[in-house]
């Protein structure tokens, strides 16, 4: 069974860099693509971007000139950076894994909050 | 991007009766191709990820109970839960994979 660990900073201050991982167990970052989604407290689901394992990205245009993604294929990880973070970035972060470029998230993280505050 | 609009934005229905969610892109969700809809329904829990119940408009992931249908092709879908559970009690999600970024609406509170 495939499971997700989001890890990172619980608190970061404006105007500075968010930076999230995601351990996968029971199965390899290989093969797959993986998503982050973040959902604001108390609203919906936000679609952030994909990264295919070999590194091939996707990010939403909303937030395309802040956040990068990779994927240390060693480490079973993925990484989520975004920079110049504001109130309005507060939210849960998931990863979740994507079986193929046009499939549903059909594994998640238990998410990871990330409050930005001074 | 597709907009996915969802309805109601919340729902009571009386347990062992029928629930209906809908949910509307902006654009089709079709793929010529193979006939397939990139269309996808979620399931969330309070303090849960969502867990992916139907995808493909249609298909229900292993696992879920049979009570959950997935309808609709093109720009128009439905999810229905019937015979209703306590445990059915979320707020779900319909997302579009057609094309990026991918979107979810804006979610539909089921309560009994």
């Known amino acids: 069974q495939v499971q997700l660990q989001e890890s990172g900073p619980g608190l970061v201050k404006p105007s500075e860099t968010l930076s999230l991982t995601c351990s996968v167990s029971?199965?390899?970052?290989?093969?797959?693509?993986w998503s982050w989604i973040r959902q604001p407290p108390g609203k919906g689901l936000e679609w952030i971007g994909s990264?295919?394992?070999?590194?091939?990205?996707d990010y939403n245009p909303s937030l395309k000139s802040r956040v990068t993604m990779s994927v240390d294929t060693s480490r079973n990880q993925i990484s989520l950076i975004l920079t110049s973070v504001t109130a309005a970035d507060t939210a849960v972060y998931y990863c979740?894994?994507?079986?193929?470029?046009?499939?549903?998230?059909?594994?998640w993280g238990q998410g990871t909050l990330v409050t930005v505050s001074p | 991007d597709i907009v996915m609009t969802q309805s109601p934005y919340s729902l009571a229905v009386s347990l062992g009766e029928t629930a209906t969610i809908n949910c509307k892109s902006s654009?089709?969700?079709?793929?010529?191709?193979?006939?397939?809809?990139?269309l996808a329904w979620y399931q969330q829990k309070p303090g849960q990820p969502p867990k992916l119940i139907i995808y493909r408009a249609s298909t229900r992931e292993s696992g879920v109970p049979d009570r959950f249908s997935g309808s609709g092709s093109g720009a128009d879908f439905t999810l229905t839960i019937s015979s209703l559970q306590t445990e059915d009690v979320a707020i779900y999600y319909c997302?579009?994979?057609?094309?990026?970024?991918?979107?979810f609406g804006q979610g539909t509170k089921l309560e009994i």
């Open positions: 654009q089709s969700l079709l793929y010529n191709s193979n006939n397939l809809n990139y």
């Open positions: 029971g199965g390899s970052v290989r093969s797959y693509y």
């Open positions: 990264i295919y394992y070999i590194g091939m990205t």
């Open positions: 997302q579009q994979y057609y094309s990026t970024p991918h979107t």
């Open positions: 979740a894994r994507v079986v193929g470029a046009a499939h549903p998230l059909d594994y």
